[in-house]
C-alpha cells in the first residue's frame, strides 16, 4: 500500500527537486509544535515508514497526541534508520544471522533472505586487553596479543562483511565504538533513496545513548533486538514520558564534564528516569559543548533512562565541521532540521515543547567529584572521599559497604616489587585508567589530564611504579591532539603509556596486576582500589581484585594515581612530597577551564578528524591481510572453541506449539537487589577453576589461551557455562558471594552451570528468583541466551532493567514481575519451593498470572509481555524463530 502521507512529501530545494522530504509542519496539527524534539524523532519515523502494516495510521496519531497519552501504556512502531555493533555483541549477531541462514533453509526457504535491511556497522573495539603497560611499545604488544587470541574471531567477521549486504565492519584498532559514531558514523540527517530524514539508532551497546548528545536519537537495545531491526522489523515500543532536564548557570573553572555528569546522573537516578526519555534544554545547555553533552548521554543507562536529548544547534553543526564533515552536508543538514522544526536555539524559550514534568540543574552549584565505590550512580565529592571510604570500610557488606572489622582499618602489608619495597592497605589504588567512551572522547577532559600531567612532573611529582596505569583513547585523533599539544610525553612520564584503542579496562579488560600486589591484597583481605575514567564500576567487573572502584575524570584518575590512595582529602592533605622534600597540593597542579580550552581551540583541528578518518577502514594491515571465507553459508568448523553453531534453532518447526504452563519448576537461583548482567554473563577472565575453564582445557587449551568471556561470546558452550559464573553473585541459599548454588534435591553445593545439568537431565524446568532491577548493567544478550540454556523457563523479579527484560523476551523466557507491594520475603518465599506458573491459552500484554507452589499456597504475578508483539514473538519461542517463519514463507 502507498503511504497515505505522501502528499506531505516536498522537495528540500526547489532547484534540485530530486531530493525530498516529509514536512511535518505541512501535516497542519498544532499539536506538533508542542510534542519534545525527541517524540518528533519517532513521529518523522512512523509518517516515513507508515504502510498501515507494520506502520499504521493510528501510530501516527498516538505519537502526535503524546501529551494525552501520558497517563496511558501506548504502543507505537519505530523504524531506526541504521543499527551499531561492538564485537562482543557483534559476534554473537552475525553467528545468530549465519545459523538463521541455516535454519531458514532446512524450512525450504530462501537463506540469503537473511541479510541486514538497514546499515549496520559494527566497530571492532571489545577485544584488546591490557596486557602490557608503561612502556613505549605497549600499544604494538596489546595489539599483536590481541589479534593472536582473536584471529578466529575476526577472520568470522570478515566473512561476515562480505556475506552480507549493508554491513560495514571497522578493524580493531580504530577506536572506541561510540566515539567512532560520534566523530565519524553520525550521519546527523540521512540523504538516502531520494530522501531526507533524521539519522537515528539502535545498537547492542547500553551506551549507544552517547550520541544523543548530538542530537541523533538513540539507545541500546539487547542484541536478539537488534538483530530484528536489522532485519527490517519495527522495535515495539511504549511511548515514553519526556524529563525535561533544564540547565542555568555557569560551571566553576574548575569542574570537568565529569563532574557535571556525575551529579546529573546521581540527581536523575533520585527523580526516576527508568524507561523515559531525557530531553536537555535551557541556557545553561549552550554552555556545553558536544563532547560535555556526549559525555552526559553516555551515562544515560547510569540513571536509567532510555535516551538522553540534546536537540541539534548551532553548536552541533560547528561539531561537525570541527570534526571534517562535507560542507555540502553541513549545509542541508541544518536546512533539514530547520524546515522540519527540528533545528534547537536554547537561548529561545518560545521553542520550549511540553514536557512530562521538568527538573533543573544549576551548574554553578556542580562540585569535583568521583563514583563509587560499587556503583556508578554513587556520587561522591571529592571533598568528602576519604571520610566515605572510611565509612564504607566498616558498613555493612552491600552496595556502599565493605563490612571490615574496625580492628582491621589501618592494617599495611608489606611488599616488595622490582627490588623495592612498598606497603599497600586499604583504599591503596593498584588500578589507574583513563579509559572508555565516556571521557576520551572529550577534548577537554582528555586535554586537562595532560595538562595535570605536564605541571605534575613539574612538581617532581611520580607514579608508584607497581600501579597497573594505562591510556586507551577512544580514537586516533585523541592521540594525535595530545602530541600535538605537547602533553603526551607528560603522560607517558607518569605511566600513561597509550596501551591500545578500545573498550579495556572499564569492561573488565584490565589485564593482570602485579603478582607481589595480588599477593599482598590477599594476604590482608584488603579493599584495594581501582579508579578510572569509565561508566561502570560495578562489583567484580574492573578487576578481581578491585573491590572498591571509582567513576572519575581523566585528570582526578592521574591526581589518584599519583597520591596512591583514595584515603586522602586534597584540600587539607598534599598529593604527594616531591624529592626535594617539598608539600605539593592538588590545586597547585590542576590545570582551569581557561587554560584548557585554549590548548583545545589550538590544537582540536579538522584536519585531524579527516586524517585519522579517511584511512579508517583500511590502515589496519593485520585486518587487511586476514583471509576468510566466501561462501553465503558459513562452514562451520567443529574444532573451534570461538564460533559454533548455536543449538537455538534445533529442531524448529513451521508450525507454532501452543503455550505450556511451567510445571513443577525448581528454583536454580535465589538472588537480591541490582543482579547486573556482569553478574549473570560476566564479561572478564575465566576463572581457571570455572566450568568454563573445565570445558576448554578439555579441549586442550592452556589457561593462558582462555581469553576473556566476551571474547567467546560466538560460543555457546563456553558461555551458557558461564552464566552465573561471577565471583561476585550472592545466592540467598548460601549466605555469601560465590557462583555455586545448592541442587536442593541432594542438597549438595556446586557450580551453577552442574545444578542447572543435572535439573535438565532430570527433566525439572527452572526459575530464577530476584529482587529491583534485575538485569542491570550493560546491554548482554548472552545475560537471556545463557539462562535459556541453562533451561531457566521464567524469573520472577520485583522490577527489570528495560533491555534485558526484552532480551529475556527475545529469547522465550517469561519475565515475571510481583505485583505491587509483593516481594519474595513478603509472600514468605525461601526459593526451596517448586513452582508451577499458570499459562492460559489466549495471552494479552501484562496479563495477571496465576503461580502453584507444591506447599499448597498460590499467588499472582504480572506477565511482563508489554506489547501484542512481545506476545508474538513469545507465541514462536523468541524474536528469532518468528523472523526465520517469516523468511522461510515462500
Known sequence: MSNPYIHIVEPLDPQNPDNKFFNLTKLGDPRYEHLPFSIRVLLESAVRNCDEFLVKKTDVENILNWKETQTQTVEVPFKPARVILQDFTGVPAVVDFAAMRDAVKNLGGDPEKINPVCP???????????????????????????????????????????????????????????????????????????????????????????????????????????????????????????????????????????????????????????????????????????????????????????????????????????????????????????????????????????????????????VPCCSGPKRPHDRVAIAEMKKDFETCLGAKQGFKGFQVAPEHHNVSVPFEYNGVKYSLSHGSVVIAAITSCTNTSNPSVMLGAGLLAKKAIEHGLTVKPYIKTSLSPGSGVVTYYLKESGVMDYLSQLGFEVVGYGCMTCIGNSGPIPEPVVEAITQGDLVAAGILSGNRNFEGRVHPNTRANYLASPPLVIAYAIAGTVRIDFEKEPIAVNSEGKEVFLKDIWPTREEIQAVERQFVIPAMFKEVYEKVERVNERWNSLVAPSDKLY???????????????????????????????????????????????????????????????????????????GSRRGNDAVMARGTFANIRLFNKFLNKQAPRTIFLPTEETMDVFDAAEKYQQAGHPLLILAGKEYGSGSSRDWAAKGPFLLGIKAVLAESYERIHRSNLVGMGVIPLEYLPGQTADTLGLTGRERYTVIIPPQLTPRMIVDVKLDTGKTFQARMRFDTDVELTYFHHGGILNYMIRKMSEN
Open 120 to 366: 549496520a556497522d559494527l566497530v571492532i573495539d571489545h577485544s584488546i586487553q591490557v596486557d602490557f603497560n608503561r612502556k613505549s611499545d605497549s600499544l604494538q604488544k596489546n595489539q599483536d596479543l590481541e589479534f593472536e587470541r582473536n584471529k578466529e574471531r575476526f577472520q568470522f567477521l570478515k566473512w561476515g562483511s562480505k556475506a552480507f549486504r549493508n554491513m560495514r565492519i571497522i578493524p580493531p584498532g580504530s577506536g572506541i565504538v561510540h566515539q567512532v559514531n560520534l566523530e565519524y558514523l553520525a550521519r546527523v540527517v540521512f540523504d538516502q533513496d531520494g530522501f531526507y530524514y533524521p539519522d537515528s539508532l539502535v545498537g547492542t551497546d547500553s551506551h549507544t545513548t552517547m550520541i544523543d548528545g548530538l542530537g541523533v536519537l538513540g539507545w541500546g537495545v539487547g542484541g536478539i533486538e537488534a538483530e530484528a531491526v536489522m532485519l527490517g522489523q519495527p522495535i515495539s515500543m511504549v511511548l515514553p514520558e519526556v524529563i525535561g532536564y533544564r540547565l542555568h548557570g555557569t560551571p566553576d573553572k574548575l569542574i570537568t564534564s565529569t563532574d557535571i555528569v556525575l551529579t546529573v546522573t546521581k540527581h536523575l537516578r533520585q527523580v526516576g528516569v527508568v524507561g523515559k526519555f531525557v530531553e536537555f534544554f535551557g541556557p545553561g545547555v549552550a554552555q556545553l559543548s558536544i563532547a560535555d553533552r556526549a559525555t552526559i548521554a553516555n551515562m544515560c543507562p547510569e540513571y536509567g533512562a532510555t535516551a538522553a536529548f540534546f536537540p541539534v544547534d548551532h553548536i552541533s553543526v560547528q561539531y561537525l565541521e570541527q570534526t571534517g564533515r562535507d560542507a555540502e552536508k553541513l549545509h542541508y543538514i541544518a536546512q533539514y532540521l530547520k524546515a522540519v522544526g527540528m533545528f534547537r536555539d536554547y537561548g529561545n524559550e518560545s521553542q520550549d515543547p511540553d514536557f512530562t514534568q521538568v527538573v533543573e540543574l544549576d551548574l554553578s552549584t556542580v
Open 635 to 709: 562452514t562451520w568448523d567443529p574444532k573451534s572453541t570461538y564460533i559454533k553453531s548455536p543449538p537455538f534453532f534445533d529442531g524448529l518447526t513451521r508450525e507454532l506449539k501452543p503455550p505450556q504452563s511451567i510445571t513443577d519448576a525448581s528454583v536454580l537461583l535465589n538472588l537480591g537487589d541490582s543482579v547486573t548482567t556482569d553478574h549473570i554473563s560476566p564479561a572478564g577472565n575465566i576463572a581457571r577453576n570455572s566450568p568454563a575453564a573445565r570445558y576448554l582445557t578439555s579441549r586442550d587449551l592452556t589457561p593462558r589461551e582462555f581469553n576473556s568471556y
